[in-house]
């Protein structure tokens, strides 16, 4: 029996080092739960008591799980101010989407596109190609509201959707795992950043030398045709 009890072990560490190498994490960031309303108490509770612990704001939608309307109810008697009125009107990324695009012109093709949907309106919008983060991030920002369509009626709900080249969603999938990566020491970090941020630069130098080419085999194709 306790040979099965070590092997199943060994089984789980293993799972875990697999999902944090996956996602940029720890292991000992990686829980597993026998199931969802497991993984919902977890989630609450623990970022509650990490981040409030007495007291505050909690927003949820109208339509949860019945687990997580459960979490509600309890913090509220804790309490918490529970808001039913949807999350929908107060968080503006209750949904996100991210479109990866293979050239700048494209992002502002594609976007352009979806804003001319009679459906869609632009509620807000940054542009951080043209106008980039300290840090040398890109991408375009844009607070969306859009229809869904329920069982027996349409809502709007915020969505938020990032447009970005490849190359920007490369840069910006490394810095991520910098800025979450605790075991890094503050000098080393330093020096990371700064030459993510040089490396930012290359790679916008690049994505508008790859456009422009780009431009050069479409002009000779449409020569060609005529």
Known sequence: LHTIGINAED???????????????RNDEIFFTSGGTEANNLAIFGSIEAK?????????????????????????KKGFEVSLDSATHNLYDIAGI???????DDVYHVADMLLSQ???????????????KENGYRSLHLILEVPIFLLN?????????????IAQDF??????KVKY???????????????????AEEITKLDLRM???????????????K
């Not at 089984?11 to 994490?25: L, N, P, Q, V, W």
């Not at 007495?54 to 509220?76: M, Q, T």
């Not at 991210?98 to 700048?104: A, D, E, G, P, V």
């Not at 080393?188 to 490396?199: G, M, P």
């Open 11 to 25: 089984i789980i560490f293993s799972a875990k080092d697999a999902c944090a190498k996956a996602i940029g994490a």
């Open 52 to 76: 409030v612990r007495d007291g505050g704001k909690v927003f949820i939608s109208d339509g949860e799980h019945p687990s997580v309307n459960e979490c509600a109810a309890a913090l509220e």
């Open 98 to 104: 991210r479109i990866i695009c293979h050239y700048i």
């Open 118 to 132: 009679s459906d869609v309106t632009l509620l807000k919008g940054k542009d951080y190609i043209k106008n980039p």
């Open 153 to 165: 009626e349409k809502k709007y709900m915020r969505v938020e959707v990032q447009f970005r080249t």
């Open 171 to 176: 840069w910006a999938s490394l810095e991520h």
């Open 181 to 199: 990566k605790k075991e890094i020491d503050p000098k080393s970090e330093a020096e990371i950043k700064k030459e993510l941020k040089q490396c």
């Open 211 to 225: 456009q422009d080419i780009r431009r050069k085999i479409n002009f000779y194709k449409m020569n060609e045709e």
